[in-house]
């Protein structure tokens, strides 16, 4: 795992412990899990985690379309 991953990883596990991880289950998904996303796809994931944690505003509320399954 490279460094941006571990910094994702971890900025994760501090949304969850903000905000909990029905919260967490409910995000619009942050990175396309199929596609390499190195870079500054996780840098922008990075970054859009910190400001709803540093602003104490959870990430809007996604709701799966029927019949998909991650």
């Known amino acids: 795992m490279d460094v941006l991953e ?18 967490w289950e409910h995000t619009e998904p942050i990175v ?10 996780t840098l922008k994931a990075i970054e859009k985690l910190r400001n709803a944690i540093d602003t ?11 019949g998909l399954v991650y």
């Not at 501090?14 to 029905?22: L, P, T």
């Open 6 to 23: 571990k910094e994702l990883q971890e900025t994760i596990q501090e949304y969850i412990a903000k905000f909990g991880e029905d919260d």
């Open 32 to 41: 396309d899990p199929l596609n390499e996303h190195g870079g500054p796809v």
């Open 56 to 66: 104490n505003t959870p990430l809007p509320y996604y709701e799966k379309p029927d």
